[in-house]
């Protein structure tokens, strides 16, 4: 069975900052990875996904995240957030036969003015 | 290109009441998924329709959830009877297909209180 671990479950961060949104996984097979982000009141919108070749992945809005397959990681950067990335933001897992996903338990990024 | 509707996105029952949500998919879609967001939580996949068959369904609680997609297009989740635990949002998804490689694409939401 696969899991998600999302290492912090708020990070706080001033405007123009850089910040990173830690993510861990745990498969016995290949899997394909996913970074999701959910304003409120709406539902889940996909930044970016890793598949296979390049392990740097870069997604909408200015966000980038790099799978590391020995430490089992995909954690979700930007060099500068703006208020409007406000929301929480979920990695997710699927293997790569079937398309269901498992979900961290997301991070909710706090920007400050 | 319309996204995924869904309806009602909020509802309010008494626990022992029953309640149903329904599900419109992006249109060309086969596969559709229902997920359960408990506050606080990341999603759960509840079930999995290719067309109108189920793929998995194996988290699903079948003592009191139920669900269908007759016609291959439309779905319907219903809870009877609700507990106070199945207060959350119920996400619907679609995807052109089963591959993992297709984006999965979520509706808004239903927001279930159970009192």
């Known amino acids: 069975a696969q899991s998600v671990t999302q290492l912090d479950s708020q990070v706080p961060v001033f405007e123009e900052a850089p910040v990173e949104l830690r993510c861990n996984y745990s498969?016995?097979?290949?899997?394909?990875l996913f970074w999701y982000v959910q304003y409120p009141n709406q539902g889940l919108q996909l930044l970016l996904k890793?598949?296979?070749?390049?392990?740097l992945v870069k997604g909408i809005n200015g966000f980038e995240a790099e799978f590391n397959k020995s430490q089992t990681s995909f954690h979700l950067r930007k060099p500068s957030v703006h208020i409007s990335d406000t929301a929480e933001y979920f990695c997710?897992?699927?293997?790569?036969?079937?398309?269901?996903?498992?979900f961290g338990g997301g991070t909710r990024l706090m920007v400050k003015p | 290109e319309a996204g995924v509707a869904q309806s009602p996105r909020y509802k309010i029952i008494e626990k022992r009441q029953s309640v149903a949500f329904w599900c419109n998919p992006i249109?060309?879609?086969?596969?559709l998924y229902w997920y359960q967001q408990i506050l606080g939580q990341g999603p759960k996949l509840l079930i999995q329709?290719?067309?109108?068959?189920?793929?998995?369904d194996s988290q699903l609680p079948k003592d009191r959830f139920s669900a269908e997609r007759l016609k291959g297009v439309d779905s319907t989740l219903k809870i009877q009877p609700a507990k106070l635990e199945d207060s959350a949002v119920y996400l619907c998804?679609?995807?052109?297909?089963?591959?993992?490689?297709?984006?999965?694409?979520f509706g808004p939401g239903t927001r279930l209180t159970v009192l």
């Open positions: 890793y598949l296979s070749g390049s392990t």
């Open positions: 998804a679609s995807s052109l297909d089963w591959l993992s490689t297709n984006e999965q694409f």
């Open positions: 498969s016995s097979v290949s899997v394909y």
């Open positions: 997710a897992v699927s293997e790569e036969a079937g398309n269901m996903l498992t």
């Open positions: 249109s060309g879609h086969a596969t």
């Open positions: 329709f290719q067309n109108n068959g189920v793929v998995d």
